[in-house]
């Protein structure tokens, strides 16, 4: 097939590259960015020096059924809204990384993300991409909103709790830490080396886009649950998030019936790893890789479960889903030019 990333020189763009390259059932990889038009990719990025040279183009809807299949959509917010139904309307299947469309009720979008939402018709047609939880609905889409970092480590980790009912809905604490790639590629004062390094830092206290997010997917899975506690910090790494929850179980239980669920549930996935008792997940342990790791238990004193859920931000949290559901979207085998052992140290 003939693929497009809109966005090419931004990490999540960045990574598709370095994925799709890999990927056997790609034929032609076409890079596309609006702020460096007729730049050589290997000029906004040297590693790719004698690899991958192609001049970054813009992309025209009228003629993009002409050069591409499937398009990536690695924008910022309020870019994907715009064109979507444009690209699908021009017989494109599209992913969106970008967020515009993760949220279905567009009072909710402008609320959080401060700006105008995609259409209704659009927000209808998009599939939420949660992999391993909404296959079904990806394997026919056209369009599908590839969840955030922070959701998909944040869900993995309490889907098999909220969908069970094993836990109090109104005592989820979400606390996550994210490496600074998360933030992009611009130059900011929150990421600046002087400020970021040997330091940790909380952000966004109560405000942050993927509350919303984690809400109307796990309302979805048990309308019991209306709010959570979720709150971010920065942490001086490159890569990696790792989401820890914390909350009261529902009845008395043990780490041995918890991770027995999860083996259970997660048994089939290939990309989510369940960690044996006692042991917990580092986010060095799934770098540059598709995985998300799990470890869970549970204390008898408080009666609180803790579940903590690692993952790459830009390869499971954006690169590698988008590409393990578009792979799902064609009939591949999910886990087609993702097969990476994680890079360690």
């Known amino acids: 097939m003939r693929v497009g990333i809109v966005g090419a020189t ?10 799709l390259n890999l990927h056997p059932h790609i034929k032609d990889i076409v890079l596309y960015s609006s702020s460096k038009e007729g730049m ?27 050069e591409v299949d499937v398009i990536f959509l690695a924008t910022p917010p ?15 299947q599209v992913v969106d990384l970008s967020g515009d469309l993760r949220l279905t009720d567009p009072t909710v979008y402008t609320k959080w993300y401060k700006r105008e939402a995609a259409s209704e018709s659009v927000l209808t047609q998009a599939v939420y991409g949660l992999t391993e939880w909404n296959r079904e609905k990806i394997r026919s889409a056209k369009l599908v909103a590839n969840p955030g970092c922070y959701p998909t480590a944040t869900l993995l980790g309490l889907a098999p709790l909220v969908k069970k009912q094993l836990i109090d809905v109104d005592s989820i604490i979400i606390d996550a830490k994210s490496g600074t790639s998360g933030a992009g590629r611009s130059a900011s004062m929150m ?26 997917i796990l309302n979805g ?8 506690t979720f709150q971010p910090h920065l942490v001086p ?8 929850m914390y909350m009261k179980a529902s009845k008395k239980t043990s780490e041995q019936e918890l991770r027995a669920l999860y083996q259970q549930v997660y048994a089939d996935e290939p990309f989510v790893r369940i960690r044996p008792m006692g042991q917990f997940p580092s986010t060095k342990e ?38 393990q559901n578009f792979n799902v979207m064609n009939g591949y085998e999910e886990g087609t030019g993702l097969a990476i052992v994680p890079m360690y140290p």
């Open 10 to 19: 931004g990490y999540g763009g960045a990574e598709l590259l370095r994925l």
């Open 40 to 66: 050589n990719i290997h000029e906004s990025y040297p590693h790719l020096a004698s690899i991958y040279e192609q001049e970054l183009r813009t992309l025209d809807i009228g003629n993009v059924k002409n």
């Open 78 to 92: 309020g870019v994907s809204a715009g064109v979507s139904e444009q690209l699908i309307g021009a017989g494109c």
């Open 191 to 216: 990421t600046h080396y002087s400020e970021m390094n040997e330091n940790f830092k909380i952000y966004q206290i109560n405000q942050h886009k993927h509350v919303p997010e984690i809400e109307q």
């Open 221 to 228: 899975w048990n309308n019991n649950v209306t709010t959570v």
């Open 237 to 244: 790494m490159v890569r990696g998030i790792m989401s820890t």
């Open 286 to 323: 799934v770098y540059g890789s598709n995985y998300c790791d799990i470890g869970i238990t549970y204390d008898e004193r408080t009666e609180r479960i803790t579940v903590v859920s690692v993952i790459d931000n830009v390869v499971k949290g954006a690169a590698g889903q988008a590409i």
